[in-house]
């Protein structure tokens, strides 16, 4: 056992991989890291693939996508919801950044990839009824808190699967929180700002806040982590693209 005065739960997130056949294939990867970067480059480098599928139209999806297209591959991205980016932007939005890839990225929407095929290495993927030829696969799916130790320890997480904190991050077990254990970061439920509800907000920007409420509350400054809107900000093909609050159907649903 390690004993401890301070407890900070910063155990991050981790890939979500859909109950599918063949997600365990060669040439099937998720992108959390630096270390995952190099593992995919490395597989472009050797084996050349001529096409390549991402399951999941996010920012990290979509910037792989067209980083693969600049390696000459044939790059398909498949999304389930009807358009990308759906987390951050409205339709509307969303068409004017589809529109600056289309010469780069072939793009499904509203189908669901059933299976990932192949003999070891991966082959191709069903994408509804239709097979799609695939030397390399990313998985982008989305990230889920990483909770399992502070489940196993009896603490609480909340309806957005994150752990649940009081305005200092302190920690949730039973009816009480605990005065010497934090959490922060992609592992933690915040409150959304415009809404009042609870959500994720998987941002290097609100871990960085949060880091430091931590630590003020910590050294004895007392401190609070407030409702927030989690800004995004990213460059995907030259096109920079940005996001605040909640989108329109979120805003007339609260």
């Known amino acids: 056992d390690i004993k401890y005065d301070y407890l900070v739960i910063a155990t991050g997130s981790k890939p979500f991989i859909p109950p599918i056949e063949g997600t365990n294939l060669e040439g099937v990867y998720t992108l959390t890291g630096k270390e995952d970067g190099e593992r995919i480059e490395a597989a472009m480098n050797a084996n050349r693939p001529g096409n390549a599928l991402i399951i999941g ?3 990290i999806g979509l910037q792989t996508a067209v980083a693969f297209s600049k ?3 044939k790059t398909t991205v498949v999304e389930t919801l009807p358009h990308l980016l759906p987390t951050i932007l409205d339709a509307d939005m969303t068409s004017i950044v589809q529109k600056w890839l289309h010469k780069e990225v072939t793009f499904i929407f509203g189908k669901p990839v059933s299976a990932i095929k192949g003999n070891q290495q991966v082959s191709a993927v069903i994408v509804g009824e239709e097979e799609i030829s695939a ?5 982008s799916a989305g990230m889920r808190p990483n909770v399992d130790i502070a489940m196993k320890a ?4 909340g309806e957005s699967r994150g752990i649940v904190t009081d305005r200092s991050l302190r920690v949730k077990k039973g009816k009480s929180y605990l005065n010497n254990v934090y959490a922060l970061g992609d592992c933690v439920e915040v409150l959304d700002a415009v809404t009042s509800r609870p959500r994720l907000s998987q941002l290097a920007s609100t871990a960085l806040i949060q880091a430091r409420v931590v630590a003020n509350n910590i050294l004895g400054i007392s401190s609070f982590y407030e409702p927030c809107l989690s800004p995004t900000v990213a460059a995907i093909s030259g096109l920079q693209v940005g996001s605040v609050g909640v989108l329109s159907e979120t805003a007339r649903k609260y």
């Open 57 to 59: 139209a996010g920012l």
């Open 71 to 73: 390696k000459g591959i």
């Open 135 to 139: 030397d390399i696969v990313l998985i």
């Open 154 to 157: 009896g603490i609480e997480t």
